[in-house]
């Protein structure tokens, strides 16, 4: 063999080995890389290693009540499993595994709105429980608080007739989890708080939730969409200790705002506060349920015998009832809902705007109001016999109406068939509904009204009829509407509208007597001016 020859041969053995090597060190790099991330990995002691499926049942013993979980159904579903073969008869011989999903409820409470999602949690906890530190054996375990200062026993039954026991004890300081006492040994390990908590914080906390208001259309393709609408409260009614004298509204769609009380008064709606209980009202979810069974016993115990507020509404086409209790010094109250047999505990601030609301907060501080443009004929009767009429004519303006949509001026005659400006009486019929009601307060007052305004109109018939009495001893009148007390207003304010009304029978207002002045006064300066040319 040639010198150079043997040489390059030498050569290509050096690099298959060095190359070999270099495969060597690539192969076996992630193998060294996982042991040594698994070696600074949390450690892991197992306590109980058993699946949810072998459970019978399991039984928990604290301070805060003693329940059973139990298994509630299983589903079987069939999942195909295939191993992997050199020979086709190996693939032809897979068969389907079955797979067990087991779901666990309350025993007692089966019928119940429960959260089965968390039941089965802490099923899962418990039989595949694990530990982050192995303490062993100790003597002193009252230092670990699993002795009479323990939050709870837990006690799994399992099909086969086997059973484990755990006792949870205080919060460990040193680390995450709690301290666990198993077979004499304590562990550290996590497990969750509602096993400790009783079984009401396994319950659903959602009170009610009322579906949007919606409209649906077709178009000329019939393709259909939906458009959601604001929500509307048909009606409600507020009871209980805090309304002596319930309060109820409905929705009006011929009032201004929508919405009408039409007790303990008749008068508008449609406030601020009034639209904020509408947007409190359309859910409710409680900070957690407390007691389960509306025994007579148990209402008394949480303040709902005789709740402090009571409302029952229709929003959207949903009925609901809602009963609370008085808060107490931190602001929690107890509520019942609708046909829930349960107690639910909620902030005070989460049922305030209906709870805690008044009449005068819910109502227009107007009497009624009445579209000028509605209104055939205005009456003000003052101390029963002296009367101001005014009848209203609709004539058609022709420039401003449309097709479809007419529009009518108004022409205004007193009871001597004289005209009235109709901005002088726009004027005075808008101070008559600025009038404003200052308190529901009733009292003692006078036996005849001082003045009476009777409102009769174009497309109804009847008419609504407005009084006030004067209050003894107080600055104020009573006001009725349709013989019903409506509320207390400034007594100055019904003076005012009295010792105007002749202004405006004979067509007075502050600007016509400013341009009669001027009028006048131009007309005396011309006939001056034109005597002494005379002259």
């Keep these: 063999m040639k010198k150079s020859l043997k040489t390059l041969l030498v050569m ?119 530990a982050t530190k192995e303490l062993g054996a100790q003597e002193d375990l009252d230092t670990f608080g699993l002795t009479d200062e323990a939050l709870c026993t837990i006690t799994v039954h399992y099909k086969d007739g086997g059973e484990d026991q755990l006792v949870l004890g205080a ?25 400790y908590y009783g079984p009401f914080t396994y319950f659903d906390n959602e009170v009610y939730a009322v579906a949007d208001r919606v409209s649906e259309t077709e178009d000329e393709e019939g393709t259909t969409s939906q458009e959601t609408l604001s929500d509307q409260l048909n009606s409600m009614e507020l009871s209980g200790a805090n309304f002596p ?3 109820k509204i409905v929705y009006d769609d011929t009032r201004t705002s929508g919405y009408l009380v039409t007790e303990p008064v008749t008068a ?49 086409g949903e009925e609901h009832t809602l009963a609370v209790s008085a808060p107490d010094e931190e602001g929690v109250c107890y509520l019942t809902a609708d046909d829930h047999d349960v107690v639910y505990e909620v902030s005070s601030s989460d049922v305030s705007t209906w709870a805690e609301t008044d009449l005068m907060s819910l109502r227009m501080s107007y009497i009624w109001l009445p579209n000028i443009k509605d209104v055939r004929k205005l009456t003000l009767t003052v101390d029963g016999d002296m009367v101001y009429s005014y009848d209203v004519t609709k004539v058609l303006n022709e420039e401003k109406s449309t097709d479809s949509v007419p ?54 018939d009847g008419s609504d009829v407005i009084e006030f009495f004067a209050v003894e001893g107080k600055d104020r009148y009573a006001a009725e509407l349709n013989g019903e007390f409506n509320g207390l207003v400034r007594k100055q ?7 105007s009304l002749p202004d405006l029978d004979r067509n007075y207002s502050p600007q016509v007597e400013e341009e009669n002045s001027s009028t006048a006064e131009s007309e005396a300066s011309s006939a001056s001016s034109a005597s002494s040319e005379a002259e």
């Design 171 to 195: 919060e460990a300081g040193e680390s995450s989890g709690n301290y666990i006492l198993k077979d004499g040994e304590v562990y550290i390990g996590y497990l969750p708080s509602q096993l």
């Design 245 to 247: 004298q319930p309060i």
């Design 407 to 460: 529009s009518y001026d108004l022409q205004v005659k007193n009871a001597g068939g004289e005209d009235i400006d109709y901005e002088v009486y726009q004027d005075y019929y808008q101070d008559i509904l600025s009038i404003a009601v200052l308190s529901a307060e009733q009292a003692s007052c006078s036996d005849s009204p001082t003045l009476r305004i009777e409102y009769e109109y174009f497309e109804k």
């Design 493 to 499: 304010s019904v003076e005012d509208l009295v010792a």
């Design 12 to 130: 290509a053995v050096v690099l298959v080995v060095l190359g070999g090597a270099a495969v060597a060190l690539w192969l076996t790099a992630p193998e060294t890389e996982v042991e040594e991330e698994s070696s600074s990995s949390t450690p892991s002691y197992p306590v109980i290693d058993r699946e949810a499926a072998d459970v019978e049942s399991i039984s928990i013993e604290s301070d805060a009540g003693d329940f059973t979980i139990v298994p509630l159904e299983e589903e079987e579903t069939s999942s195909a499993s295939s191993e992997s073969s050199a020979s086709s008869e190996d693939e032809e011989s897979a068969s389907s595994a079955v797979s067990t999903t087991v779901n666990f409820t309350l025993e007692e409470y089966q019928d119940y709105e429960l959260t089965t999602s968390r039941i089965n949690t802490s099923v899962n906890n418990i039989v595949g429980l694990s």
């Design 268 to 316: 508008e709606s449609g406030t601020t506060a009034f639209s904020d209980m509408v947007t409190a009202l359309k859910s409710l979810t409680a900070t957690q349920v407390v007691d389960a069974g509306l025994s007579q016993e148990t209402l008394e115990k949480y303040g709902l015998a005789q709740p402090a507020a009571k409302i029952t509404f229709d929003m959207n």
